[in-house]
């Protein structure tokens, strides 16, 4: 991989469910980048925010927070390591409160304008992939590859589930639904930079693809787009 090639900036956005950290992660190996997962940043806040006894529902708040914390992703050959303040939260940051809290802590403006500060330096020489909400639309608009990844609601609901092993337990699955809708409503209808595909993205539905096939289909995007810059 030429020096030249690592300066591309990749954008995936789409709503939970969709596959998006999953072909960021795979994209990231095939082609030699570092994956920045923006998700992780709000989480990490957002598990600042309960362990500190912030509400959640206080920008100014949460934001005085924000500046206060070191959030970093640390690349490993297994994935990122989230380090807050230091301290590896890689796991914690996956479990169903944080993932709460950080799709409540997204939705304040001041938040998202701070955090997309931030991952625009930590963007800025290129050579990174970066999943998430609004990562095409507001943090790096003039990305040069741009995808939409999308699945039908009930299948991303489905997919949740069975990642959860929560098929045999129908409270639990039912949960995960419910909590997975109530993302989708905030996320396309926050104030700030709510969930839509940018105008240049390419959609990949991957509601009848296998995982391989999306990052095939991903992998080709990529490809082609390293070729028109002659890379």
Do not use: C
């Amino acid at each position: 991989m030429s020096k030249a090639a690592s300066k591309l900036v990749i954008a995936i956005d789409g709503p939970a469910g969709a596959g998006k950290s999953t072909i960021a992660s795979r994209l990231a190996k095939s082609f030699g980048y570092v994956n920045l997962e923006s998700g992780a940043m709000y989480r990490a806040l957002g598990l600042k925010a309960i362990e500190i006894g912030v509400s959640v529902g206080d920008g100014p708040a949460l934001l005085a927070l924000a500046k206060q914390s070191t959030i970093e992703l640390e690349p490993t050959p297994e994935g990122n390591r989230v380090l807050l303040n230091h301290r590896d939260v890689s796991a914690r940051i996956r479990e169903r409160d944080v993932t709460d809290a950080a799709s409540r802590v997204s939705t304040h403006p001041e938040v998202r304008e701070w955090m997309v500060s931030r991952q625009r330096e930590m963007g800025a020489n290129g050579g990174v992939i970066m999943e998430g909400r609004d990562i095409g639309t507001v943090v790096f608009p003039n990305a040069e590859v741009k995808i939409f990844l999308d699945a039908d609601p009930q299948i991303r609901e489905r997919r949740r589930v069975t990642q959860a092993n929560a098929q045999d337990n129908p409270a639990r699955a039912e949960k995960l639904k419910q909590d997975l809708r109530e993302r989708d409503r905030r996320d396309s209808t926050r104030a700030a930079a709510p969930l839509r595909a940018a105008e240049d993205a390419v959609h990949i539905d991957s509601s009848k693809m296998t995982i391989e096939e999306v990052i095939a289909r991903a992998e080709a995007i990529v490809a082609e787009k390293l070729r028109q810059h002659g890379l």
